[in-house]
């Protein structure tokens, strides 16, 4: 492992005696220095590190103190080891910096042996701590995300619709949902396989990824269905995304046609909006669609209190509501 180790203290001396401790050690390629706070917390977020060595004295503790205290405030630092090496016999000073979490106190004569033992603990138990981090996420995504497309489930679309609808309330921005539902999907199971079925879930996944923003979600709603969330657009805007969406699954070279059939919903902020009605709705225009004659957008027409009809919706309505 490649390790960074940053040197922290106001005084030109006290950082070069630790660098040479460091270098002594063999533990680090590179080490680099910070004077204060805000210069230690520029270089962190430069150069990263998986270890601080901090100069302590009497004169410098308030700035120390205040890097550490920093440094427990937010998770991206927080299982940072930091070494305090010190050259006074000052039994009260050390208890300080102990009491703030840092991982150990040194004098400047430990020895050389002693030193190196010890700053290697700390960085292989950051390197554990940093392996548990990552399967954590790792876990997590995996219980959020449908384990064939590799988008996420419907636990995860649930939320995130939760959240959605709770801010267009707060706000009252427009919010779409996309249900789109794959066209005669049965059949392309039953004439070319289950196998050429899942291929086409992972690339008609990958085109809803490929055509959606950072800010959208796509889902995968159950079976050939999706689900997409679009956070402030409004119908013509989400209306143009479907349909950019279907043309480009129309156009898939899988060795047999694919279309979808989108429905639309969209809230303009109403008060009384809730989940549950913009995917009732979403799935009004889906029916609409497919009852249309399939490949294309069906669309329910946003309003304080939505409408019983849906109707499929066409590029003339998109102007008008542009």
């Known amino acids: 492992m490649q390790c960074t180790a940053l040197v922290v203290g106001n005084s030109p001396t006290g950082r070069n005696a630790v660098a040479d401790i460091l270098h002594t050690s063999q533990l680090f390629e590179q080490v680099v220095f910070a004077q204060n706070r805000k210069e230690a917390e520029a270089r962190l977020k430069r150069h990263g590190a998986q270890l601080i060595c901090c100069d302590l004295s009497t004169a410098n503790r308030q700035e120390i103190f205040s890097l550490l205290?920093?440094?427990?405030?937010?998770?991206?630092?927080?299982?940072?080891p930091v070494v305090l090496f010190t050259q006074e016999e000052n039994s009260e000073l050390k208890l300080q910096g102990l009491e703030r979490g840092v991982s150990d106190c040194l004098p400047y004569n430990?020895?050389?042996?002693?030193?190196?033992?010890?700053?290697?603990?700390?960085?292989?138990?950051?390197?554990?701590?940093?392996?548990?981090?990552?399967?954590?996420?790792?876990?997590?995504?995996?219980?959020?995300?449908?384990?064939?497309?590799?988008?996420?489930?419907?636990?995860?679309?649930?939320?995130?619709?939760?959240?959605?609808?709770a801010r267009c309330r707060r706000t009252s921005r427009p919010l779409s949902i996309l249900l789109l539902d794959l066209d005669h999907f049965k059949r392309i199971n039953d004439t070319y396989g289950h196998p050429s079925g899942d291929q086409t879930l992972k690339k008609v996944a990958r085109v809803m990824e490929l055509e959606l923003r950072k800010s959208d979600t796509v889902c995968r709603y159950?079976?050939?269905?999706?689900?997409?969330?679009?956070?402030?657009?409004?119908?013509?805007?989400?209306?143009?995304?479907?349909?950019?969406?279907?043309?480009?699954?129309?156009?898939?070279?899988?060795?047999?046609?694919?279309?979808?059939?989108?429905?639309?919903?969209?809230?303009?902020?109403?008060?009384?909006?809730?989940?549950?009605?913009?995917?009732r709705e979403a799935d009004k225009a889906l029916y609409a669609a497919k009852n249309g004659g399939r490949n294309q957008t069906g669309f329910q027409e946003p309003s304080k209190h939505f409408p019983s009809k849906p109707f499929v919706f066409d590029a003339m309505v998109a102007v008008a509501n542009a």
């Open 69 to 80: 205290d920093s440094l427990q405030t937010g998770d991206e630092w927080f299982d940072l």
């Open 222 to 279: 159950g079976g050939e269905e999706f689900a997409i969330v679009l956070p402030e657009t409004p119908p013509s805007h989400a209306y143009t995304v479907a349909e950019r969406i279907r043309k480009k699954i129309a156009r898939l070279s899988l060795g047999f046609p694919v279309t979808a059939s989108i429905g639309l919903s969209c809230s303009m902020g109403a008060v009384a909006i809730t989940p549950e009605a913009l995917v």
């Open 110 to 165: 430990t020895p050389a042996k002693e030193v190196r033992v010890r700053l290697r603990l700390y960085l292989k138990t950051k390197e554990r701590i940093d392996y548990l981090r990552r399967s954590q996420a790792r876990l997590a995504r995996m219980a959020l995300t449908d384990g064939l497309t590799n988008v996420f489930n419907r636990a995860y679309f649930d939320s995130v619709l939760e959240q959605e609808t």
